[in-house]
Structure formats: structure tokens, C-alpha cells
């Protein structure tokens, strides 16, 4: 069915321009000033039409964790969001380490997700860090992403094996850089005299950033596919753009959450993340690296918790926060509209556009003629305040609670159908 969007400002080669926007469940078909067709119109009364979101560090819980989220709570959290592609990290039960279950893991997803949902697959069986998974078996079934997200896999023959297969089949190996040696039994936040102040237990930069220059010096001898996960300091930011200046097949990515809060921010559980929030020098430095290129694209680590998980002490909460809903809004009132440091097309090229790219979505992160019909609408001239209990998301942990922001998702357009609307 075709349906056509009118009154809107189209954010098109760059601009926001007004523009109607014709397409159907296959893909945009035409972009120009007035459109004549017998299409079924969407009103979009002047707000602005931007390419759909993509988030490639997700948690949706399921299988396995239902408590937390499942499948359909997550893309429909997706979508109110903006987000109509994501990449969900396999930390699930169980583990997606072979094939056979990867099968079952895809028939789950293709039935409960609103949304593009691509699951990764682990890196090696059971996350365990021992032997690597069956990755040609689930490359087979068109996973091309495989992490072992959650812990750090600090074994570098197996890094090795891993980042020659990703060279040989184009797949990427996504790294959450973290080694427990550096990270003391109940440590929760950054380390530093504010967590001495508050009698909690730090974790220092090189708990990130050590492992990391392991990795990328295995990555220097391989120059295979290889993909940071949830950069936080400035160590690591440097480390990067190091490898990227020898010409090394690496990116990044940086949370919401990193871009915006530092470590004497943290009140208690809500601001527990893993990695933690640090310095306003680090932050800083993740902010310029964004802005140079030493990082690549903003994710979320989108993180949901029962209130059971969150509601303790510091030391035995459990580390994570739910964004996914609440990320553009924060973003673009901050960067774009507040500050004014970034522009709307640059904020929609590290939320959508590169992280397509660099995962091998196809014609995903543009309005153009001839690209996907993914897309959401968005009110840029109106003011909100973060609301868990508007969540879709079972989750309801945010630090973000009261935050005032001046963008709101109307509606959310996948694949040519609307998934999500106000």
C-alpha cells in the first residue's frame, strides 16, 4: 500500500526542508515539493521527518530474562523511541552460540519484534571466553555480528582466531573491553576522590582501556573487522584513533549516557553503569572524539532492570540503565537545540547513517528515493519531561527522571508501516 507523508519539514540532503514523502512497504518512491497520487495520507502537521534510528548495542532480555524485558516490550520501546533497527547483544539464555539455537532465536524475534531486530551472536560459546562459537554456522544464517558483550574476553588466541574470521567473511567482532583484574568485588562507579567521599568502590580508566590496547594490538597483527563497545574515557578515545591513524578496520561507539552525565553526577543504583561515568575530562574527550572521528556513532547499551535489581545498595545493584526511549530527545535538546555544538544532520548521521553503515545495512539512515521506508516523525518545537512510567521498555531505571527536553516521537514507520504512533 502506498502512503504519503504532507506538512512536513523532511530532513533531505541535509536540510530540513518542506517536502512530501511518497512510499510503500519496499521503499521511498518519491520525494518532492507536491506529490499527486491516491496514497494514503499521513498528516504530519509540521513536524520534521527523519530517517529511522539505529541502535547496535541493545538488551532485550529474552530468552531467558523475561523479567527484565522481552522481545516485543524492547522494539516497542524501539520504536517510541525513533529506533527502527537494532542489534541485540546475546547475553540471553541461551546462549546464542551454534546454529541450532541461533535458529530458534530468530523465529522468536521475527515474532515478537515490531521492529528490523538483528540478534548478535556470541564470540565464543557461552561467553565464556574458552573456545569460540559456531561462528561459521551462524554466519550462515546471516548473522554477521558476534559479541561476547557483558564481560571482557581478554584471550588473545582467541581474539586472534576470531578477528581472522571476521577478515575472511566481512563480519564484525563487536568488544566489550574489560578486565576484572582491574576491578575490585563490589566496585560500582568511577574511581576517584568523589567515590571515596561517598564510601563506594572505584574502577579505574585502565579496567576499559588496558584490555582494549591488548585487543587492538592483536587487531594491528590480524586487520580484521573489530568494534568497541561503550567507549568511556579518554585512554581509550586515544587508543582508537591511534589504530585508526595506522590504518586499522576498527570503530566505536559512545552511550547517551557517556555524553551526557559524569562522575559526580552519580546519586546511587540509577546512575550505576558498567562502564562507569567518569571524569568531565573524559566525557569531553568522548564528545571530541565523536566530533573527530576517533569514534564512530552514538549507541545506548539500551539496559533493563526489575526495580528489585536497582532498589539495594550500591555494590549489589546491578549496572545498567534504560535509553532507548529517551535518547534522541536528550540528545538533540542538548547538542542541537541547547548548546548548539552539533546539527540535526550531524546528530541523525551518529544515531542512524554511520552505525548502518558500518553493520551493513543497506540504503538505512537517509530520506532518499529509492531507500528504506524507515523513518519516524518527531515535534522539535515542544517541551517534555522524562517519564518512566510513559515507558514502553519493562525497565524503568533511568537516571534521566524530570529532564526537560524539547522533541518528541509522534510516530515510527518500518519497512513502510507505522509500529508505533502517540
Same mark, same amino acid.
Given at each position: 500500500?502506498?502512503?504519503?507523508?504532507?506538512? +512536513?519539514?523532511?530532513?533531505?540532503?541535509?536540510?530540513?526542508?518542506?517536502?512530501?514523502?511518497?512510499?510503500?512497504?519496499?521503499?521511498?518512491?518519491?520525494?518532492?515539493?507536491?506529490?499527486?497520487?491516491?496514497? =494514503?495520507?499521513?498528516?504530519?502537521?509540521?513536524?520534521?521527518?527523519?530517517?529511522?534510528?539505529?541502535?547496535?548495542?541493545?538488551?532485550?532480555?529474552?530468552?531467558?530474562?523475561?523479567?527484565?524485558?522481552?522481545?516485543?516490550?524492547?522494539?516497542?520501546? +524501539?520504536?517510541?523511541?525513533?529506533?527502527? /533497527? !537494532?542489534?541485540? &547483544?546475546?547475553?540471553?539464555?541461551?546462549?546464542?552460540?551454534?546454529?541450532?539455537?541461533?535458529?530458534?532465536?530468530?523465529?522468536?524475534?521475527?515474532?515478537?519484534?515490531?521492529?528490523?531486530?538483528?540478534?548478535?551472536?556470541?564470540?565464543?560459546?557461552?561467553? #565464556?571466553?574458552?573456545?569460540?562459537?559456531?561462528?561459521?554456522?551462524?554466519? =550462515?544464517?546471516?548473522?554477521?555480528?558476534?559479541?561476547?558483550?557483558?564481560?571482557?574476553?581478554?584471550?588473545?588466541?582467541?581474539?586472534?582466531?576470531?578477528?581472522?574470521?571476521?577478515?575472511?567473511?566481512?563480519?564484525?567482532?563487536?568488544?566489550?573491553?574489560?578486565?576484572?583484574?582491574?576491578?575490585?568485588?563490589?566496585?560500582?562507579?568511577?574511581?576517584?576522590?568523589? $567515590?571515596?567521599?561517598?564510601?563506594?568502590?572505584?574502577?579505574?580508566?585502565? @579496567?576499559?582501556?588496558?584490555?582494549?590496547?591488548?585487543?587492538?594490538?592483536?587487531?594491528?597483527? !590480524?586487520?580484521?573487522?573489530?568494534?568497541? @563497545?561503550?567507549?568511556?574515557?579518554?585512554?581509550?578515545?586515544?587508543?582508537?584513533?591511534?589504530?585508526?591513524?595506522?590504518?586499522?578496520?576498527?570503530?566505536?561507539? !559512545?552511550?547517551?549516557?557517556?555524553?551526557?552525565?559524569?562522575?559526580?553526577?552519580?546519586?546511587?543504583? &540509577?546512575?550505576? &553503569?558498567?562502564?562507569?561515568?567518569?571524569?568531565?575530562?573524559?566525557?569531553? /574527550?568522548?564528545?571530541?572524539?565523536?566530533?573527530?572521528? +576517533?569514534?564512530?556513532?552514538?549507541?545506548?547499551?539500551? $539496559?533493563?532492570?526489575?526495580?528489585?535489581?536497582?532498589?539495594?545498595?550500591?555494590?549489589?545493584? #546491578?549496572?545498567?540503565?534504560?535509553?532507548?526511549?529517551?535518547?534522541?530527545?536528550?540528545?538533540?535538546?542538548?547538542?542541537?537545540?541547547?548548546?548548539?555544538?552539533?546539527?540535526? =544532520? =550531524?546528530?541523525?548521521?551518529?544515531?542512524?547513517?554511520?552505525?548502518?553503515? %558500518?553493520?551493513?545495512?543497506?540504503?538505512?539512515? %537517509?530520506?532518499?528515493?529509492?531507500?528504506?521506508?524507515?523513518?519516524?516523525?518527531?515535534?522539535?518545537?515542544?517541551?517534555?519531561?522524562?517519564?518512566?512510567?510513559?515507558?514502553?521498555?519493562?525497565?524503568?531505571?533511568?537516571?534521566?527522571?524530570?529532564?526537560?527536553?524539547?522533541?518528541?516521537?509522534?510516530?515510527?514507520?518500518?519497512?513502510?508501516?507505522?509500529?508505533?504512533?502517540?
Amino acid at each position: 500500500m502506498k502512503r504519503l507523508i504532507r506538512n +512536513a519539514k523532511v530532513l533531505y540532503h541535509g536540510e530540513l526542508v518542506e517536502k512530501e514523502v511518497l512510499f510503500d512497504e519496499t521503499q521511498i518512491l518519491k520525494i518532492d515539493d507536491h506529490i499527486d497520487t491516491d496514497a =494514503q495520507v499521513i498528516d504530519a502537521e509540521g513536524n520534521a521527518v527523519l530517517p529511522g534510528l539505529v541502535d547496535v548495542h541493545v538488551h532485550f532480555r529474552q530468552p531467558g530474562r523475561e523479567a527484565k524485558e522481552t522481545i516485543h516490550t524492547g522494539s516497542l520501546a +524501539a520504536a517510541h523511541g525513533g529506533f527502527t /533497527s !537494532v542489534f541485540a &547483544m546475546p547475553n540471553v539464555i541461551p546462549s546464542p552460540d551454534d546454529a541450532d539455537i541461533m535458529k530458534d532465536y530468530l523465529k522468536l524475534i521475527e515474532k515478537e519484534s515490531v521492529i528490523h531486530t538483528y540478534p548478535y551472536g556470541t564470540i565464543t560459546r557461552n561467553e #565464556a571466553g574458552k573456545q569460540l562459537s559456531d561462528l561459521d554456522g551462524m554466519n =550462515q544464517l546471516g548473522v554477521r555480528w558476534f559479541s561476547d558483550d557483558g564481560v571482557g574476553m581478554n584471550n588473545q588466541d582467541l581474539m586472534k582466531q576470531a578477528l581472522l574470521y571476521s577478515k575472511e567473511h566481512g563480519c564484525i567482532i563487536a568488544c566489550h573491553t574489560e578486565d576484572l583484574a582491574f576491578r575490585k568485588p563490589g566496585a560500582s562507579v568511577h574511581e576517584s576522590a568523589y $567515590a571515596a567521599q561517598h564510601g563506594w568502590i572505584g574502577i579505574p580508566d585502565e @579496567c576499559e582501556s588496558a584490555p582494549l590496547i591488548a585487543d587492538l594490538k592483536t587487531e594491528k597483527e !590480524v586487520n580484521g573487522r573489530y568494534h568497541a @563497545c561503550h567507549i568511556s574515557s579518554s585512554q581509550s578515545v586515544e587508543a582508537l584513533r591511534q589504530a585508526k591513524q595506522a590504518g586499522l578496520d576498527v570503530s566505536g561507539e !559512545v552511550t547517551v549516557h557517556h555524553l551526557l552525565l559524569e562522575n559526580t553526577d552519580v546519586k546511587g543504583p &540509577m546512575w550505576k &553503569m558498567n562502564p562507569p561515568l567518569r571524569t568531565h575530562a573524559d566525557r569531553m /574527550s568522548l564528545i571530541e572524539g565523536l566530533e573527530s572521528g +576517533a569514534l564512530d556513532f552514538i549507541a545506548n547499551d539500551h $539496559a533493563p532492570h526489575t526495580a528489585e535489581d536497582k532498589n539495594t545498595t550500591m555494590d549489589k545493584a #546491578a549496572f545498567g540503565i534504560v535509553s532507548i526511549e529517551t535518547a534522541f530527545p536528550l540528545l538533540y535538546t542538548e547538542f542541537v537545540h541547547n548548546t548548539k555544538r552539533w546539527t540535526l =544532520q =550531524q546528530l541523525i548521521e551518529w544515531m542512524s547513517e554511520k552505525p548502518a553503515a %558500518r553493520f551493513g545495512l543497506e540504503k538505512t539512515g %537517509r530520506i532518499e528515493e529509492g531507500w528504506k521506508a524507515d523513518m519516524f516523525i518527531a515535534d522539535l518545537n515542544t517541551t517534555d519531561r522524562i517519564d518512566p512510567s510513559t515507558f514502553y521498555s519493562k525497565g524503568k531505571n533511568t537516571p534521566f527522571i524530570g529532564w526537560e527536553t524539547c522533541a518528541k516521537i509522534k510516530e515510527t514507520i518500518v519497512d513502510g508501516k507505522t509500529v508505533w504512533k502517540e
